[in-house]
């Protein structure tokens, strides 16, 4: 990362040397060569939505489609400037020419962050696809409206003052930061699941935001204006090489548009996770068959509660992985404990507790999991301090471990076990309020409870236990 964060500053760092020193910043007169580069990159952004087109058939995510419209415009808006070249269809400078950039820009950029943005209160998922799908086709044929006029009418954009410099500075600003903040949300998303296509996506959107900076501040045909034709063909380039690595390790284009848009992101942060790790997840699932299922609950509900709560993604992906293995203790525990119907005798209950301690030692000796030691530790304390192993109380219990017991509570609880039926999901809000501030963090659980009530998580009751278990929760 810190390698690719010294490559992203390079092209703004060659730019502002350009600029400083008017003297390096040679006039290089290359009307040719603007055209074959300028084609070049319209293409690559045309091929980065043909995929993008493609992998909406199978995933049916309008946040795809936004995107692909974000490319549809930096590459067809684009194509007017190259095909206006001097020397190609027209042997003057027309107005197209300098405005084409400026628009393909603006438009890819507000496509790009619309592209980030789930937005609540639009009625029913059909609709909201039934919606995209018509600004999809708007779009389309506006963009071709655009080149159609553009070459018919080439002096149709002289209204645009590109040669204002209070004009060029404002939507330089407006655009830069435009595509910084689709930058920083892909890079969110990066944080959280470590997928190639998102890195790709924030290092091409980085190089998109410099190329502006270089059209913004560049001076015609001069290196510093040169320069962000190149960064163009470099971000589309950069996209590209990321999709394809991801295409080829998963053989699938809709692994790529699932990670842009994380719809299954407890899926996503698999598939970005060190296979020894989730391998040892599925261990911990198999190791007690009674509560088959119950990791991966417990890590979902654990990762929309820290989702409510707002926790980084730094936090959230070490929060999933706490959940996915916060049960790694019971891998020593002896199989008939574990599958033992009915109640535990006192002995025995006091056998199981020591889970939570041999989860941590086996963390200590895990470089992946050593930070997870104190989560998988502390994930039966309770909020009054009558918890184990330590007796800890409130906020001295860390947080994730806290979220962790809200929701390995709530699957417990709406999960069958031999000797009770499964609770209902609105009996299970019942029970989580009364233990709220006793056994369980009142944030949590509100946290829980929000989400819930927003049905953003479906709730299915897994099947009847395949064998008896243990009569206590976790």
């Known amino acids: ?16 040397a350009l ?19 300028v084609s070049g990159a ?3 952004a045309a091929a980065i939505c043909a995929l993008l087109i493609e992998s909406v058939r199978s995933v049916r995510e309008t946040r795809i489609m936004y995107l692909a419209l974000s490319f549809m415009a930096l590459g067809t808006l684009f194509s007017v400037h190259g095909l206006t070249t001097p020397g190609q269809l027209y042997n003057e400078v027309y107005a197209v020419l300098k405005a084409s950039p400026w628009a393909s820009t603006f438009v890819g950029a507000l496509f790009a962050v619309m592209s980030t943005i789930s937005v609540r209160g639009l009625g029913d998922e059909h609709a909201s696809r039934r919606l995209s799908t018509w600004v999809f086709a708007l779009a389309t044929a506006c963009f071709a409206a655009f080149i159609a006029v553009s070459l018919a009418f080439p002096t ?35 944080q959280l699941a470590r997928l190639n296509p998102q890195l790709a996506m924030v290092a091409g959107l980085i190089f998109l935001a410099e190329a502006q900076l270089a059209l913004g501040l560049g001076r015609v045909y001069q290196y510093s204006w040169w320069e962000y034709h190149f960064l163009f063909l470099l971000a589309f380039g950069t996209i590209l090489i990321g999709w394809i690595w991801e295409y080829r390790r998963s053989n699938g284009l809709e692994a790529i548009a699932e990670a842009l848009v994380m719809r299954d992101a407890m899926a996503q942060l698999n598939r970005g996770r060190d296979q020894s790790l989730v391998r040892l997840a599925d261990e911990i699932e198999s190791f007690d068959i009674a509560t088959f299922g119950h990791v991966g609950r417990v890590a979902a509900y654990a990762y929309v509660i820290g989702k409510e709560l707002g926790l980084p993604p730094t936090t959230l992906r070490r929060l999933v992985l706490g959940a996915q293995m916060h049960d790694i203790g019971k891998i020593g525990l002896p199989l008939g404990l574990l599958m033992k119907p009915g109640k535990l005798t006192e002995a025995e209950f006091d056998r199981m507790k020591t889970h939570t301690v041999k989860g941590w030692d086996i963390a200590q000796q895990v470089k992946a999991l050593r930070d997870m030691g104190s989560i998988i530790r502390h994930h039966h304390e309770r909020f009054d301090g009558a918890g ?13 471990s806290r979220i962790i017991s809200a929701a390995d509570t709530f699957d417990a609880v709406t999960s069958e076990r031999p000797y009770r039926g499964a609770m209902s999901v609105e009996e299970a809000k019942t029970e989580l309020r009364r233990v709220a501030g006793s056994q369980l963090d009142p944030r949590c659980v509100e946290a829980l409870l929000n989400v819930l009530e927003r049905r953003e998580i479906q709730v299915t009751p897994p099947a009847p236990a395949l064998a008896p278990e243990v009569a206590t929760a976790g």
């Open 42 to 44: 319209s293409l690559m």
């Open 1 to 16: 990362m810190k390698l690719l964060g010294l490559i992203l500053i390079v092209p703004a760092a060659v730019l502002g």
């Open 156 to 190: 149709w954009l002289a209204w645009m003052p590109t040669a204002d410099q209070t004009f060029r500075y404002g939507l330089t600003a407006v655009i830069v930061g435009m595509l910084c903040f689709a930058a920083w949300r892909y890079y969110q998303s990066y």
């Open 388 to 400: 184990y192993p330590d007796g800890l109380p409130g906020e001295e219990i860390p947080l994730e």
């Open 19 to 37: 600029l400083a020193s008017p003297g390096l910043d040679a006039v290089w007169m290359a009307p040719a060569f603007h055209f074959w580069v």
